[in-house]
């Protein structure tokens, strides 16, 4: 089976969870007998196509940006071409541009989206795009949402419950580099062994400006990982407060990230809008067994961080509730052992790539079966 992946960006050039969720998949597939291709979009489309870690990524100019969404015309005559071998196309949502491609190319394959976010930012926008989405969520033959919790609080899903199904997202472990002795030793001296850690976009969703203020008053280090738009506002806030406990380190590479994971003390993710559906960094938390602090925003992070068992879950936007929440597991090292022993155990159960791979596999396979149907219908109808 030939499966067709159609997004704005990809992991071949560009870091995020729906990128990273899509190489994941290409990844796992095969297993199932399923030949994964990526068509995305790029600033320098050359080579227009790459083979990357075992599949097929095909690239097209990146025309125009407006309001996060990317535009090409020429990805409309790819996508195209793409989708008349592929055996089911699979969609990410939300990408405007993608349902617009959807119908101006009378696409008729079988097609699965798999929703990752409402679109939260774009208020005004999305009173126009609205018409739009409900018309392709509507053509399409099944929809994913990522977690119980996104299908039970998404507005717009809730008008497609009779054809959404959950499919967590999953990791494999195994495509996680192991850090030389050496690498853990480097970082074992530069920051201890006892600290709290955030990876991630340093973006205005992320909720970095209530972890700083959670700091005040305490002495607990605080690494963070990662880089983005508002980082320069960050460290600013920092020296506002005087915060002498909290070290910015930027883009890691993979290695330097699975030994800081491996090393730190309990992963915090304060993220405090549904901007963050899932959290693919808090999961990564879980699969290497540490206890999480996140928010309560009706999304995956509180599917991902069970509350009492994986670790703490804190009313959003509350710094007294989530320093209360380091303090408390900074001041039990056995429940938060216990707690990123649940973690690890939760990840093997719901979390793996592997698990994700079977699920969508059989979902390609139902969806083959509905669309041949129908299709047997209407030429019956016909004659």
């Given at each position: 089976?030939?499966?067709?992946?159609?997004?704005?960006?990809?992991?071949?050039?560009?870091?995020?969870?729906?990128?990273?969720?899509?190489?994941?998949?290409?990844?796992?597939?095969?297993?199932?007998?399923?030949?994964?291709e990526v068509l995305t979009l790029s600033d320098s489309p050359e080579p227009a196509e790459l083979l990357y870690e075992g599949h097929m990524v095909h690239r097209v100019k990146l025309d125009l940006q407006i309001a996060s969404t990317g535009f090409s015309l020429a990805a409309l005559k790819r996508f195209s071409e793409l989708a008349t071998d592929a055996d089911v196309v699979h969609y990410h949502f939300p990408w405007p541009f993608m349902d617009l491609?959807?119908?101006?190319?009378?696409?008729?394959?079988?097609?699965?989206?798999?929703?990752?976010?409402?679109?939260?930012?774009?208020?005004?926008?999305?009173?126009?795009?609205?018409?739009?989405?409900?018309?392709?969520?509507?053509?399409?033959?099944?929809?994913?949402?990522?977690?119980?919790n996104y299908l039970q609080t998404s507005s717009v899903l809730a008008e497609y419950r009779d054809k959404t199904q959950v499919i967590p997202i999953g990791l494999d472990k195994s495509n996680y580099p192991s850090p030389s002795a050496t690498k853990t030793a480097e970082w074992k001296k530069r920051i201890g062994e006892r600290f709290f850690l955030f990876v991630g976009a340093?973006?205005?969703?992320?909720?970095?400006?209530?972890?700083?203020?959670?700091?005040?008053?305490?002495?607990?280090?605080?690494?963070?990982?990662?880089?983005?738009?508002?980082?320069?506002?960050?460290?600013?806030?920092?020296?506002?407060?005087?915060?002498?406990?909290?070290?910015?380190?930027?883009i890691v590479d993979d290695e330097d990230k699975v030994?800081?994971?491996?090393?730190?003390?309990?992963?915090?993710?304060?993220?405090?809008?549904?901007?963050?559906?899932?959290?693919?960094s808090l999961l990564e938390g879980a699969m290497y067994g540490k206890p999480m602090i996140s928010s309560e925003i009706g999304t995956g992070t509180s599917y991902i961080n069970n509350h009492g068992e994986t670790g703490l879950v804190v009313p959003p936007s509350d710094p007294d509730a989530f320093r209360a929440a380091?303090?408390?597991?900074?001041?039990?090292?056995?429940?938060?052992?216990?707690?990123?022993?649940?973690?690890?155990?939760?990840?093997?159960?719901?979390?793996?790539?592997?698990?994700?791979?079977?699920?969508?596999?059989r979902l390609?396979?139902?969806?083959?079966?509905?669309?041949?149907?129908?299709?047997?219908?209407?030429?019956?109808?016909?004659?």
């Open positions: 089976m030939r499966v067709l992946h159609f997004y704005k960006t990809y992991q071949s050039e560009s870091y995020g969870g729906i990128a990273q969720t899509i190489y994941q998949l290409c990844k796992c597939s095969p297993a199932s007998g399923i030949e994964s491609a959807h119908f101006v190319t009378r696409m008729n394959k079988p097609s699965v989206v798999t929703y990752h976010s409402d679109i939260v930012r774009y208020k005004i926008l999305l009173q126009l795009y609205r018409p739009l989405m409900r018309r392709f969520l509507n053509s399409v033959d099944a929809i994913v949402a990522t977690s119980p340093i973006r205005y969703y992320k909720g970095l400006h209530i972890l700083l203020d959670a700091a005040r008053g305490t002495d607990y280090p605080i690494v963070i990982v990662g880089a983005g738009p508002i980082e320069r506002e960050l460290r600013q806030r920092v020296r506002e407060l005087g915060l002498n406990n909290v070290i910015f380190l930027g030994a800081l994971l491996q090393l730190c003390y309990a992963l915090v993710f304060p993220s405090h809008l549904r901007s963050e559906a899932f959290g693919i380091m303090r408390q597991l900074w001041d039990d090292p056995v429940l938060a052992a216990t707690m990123g022993t649940r973690a690890h155990a939760r990840y093997q159960k719901l979390f793996t790539a592997r698990v994700m791979g079977e699920s969508y596999a390609y396979r139902d969806v083959l079966d509905m669309h041949g149907l129908m299709t047997r219908q209407v030429s019956l109808g016909t004659e």
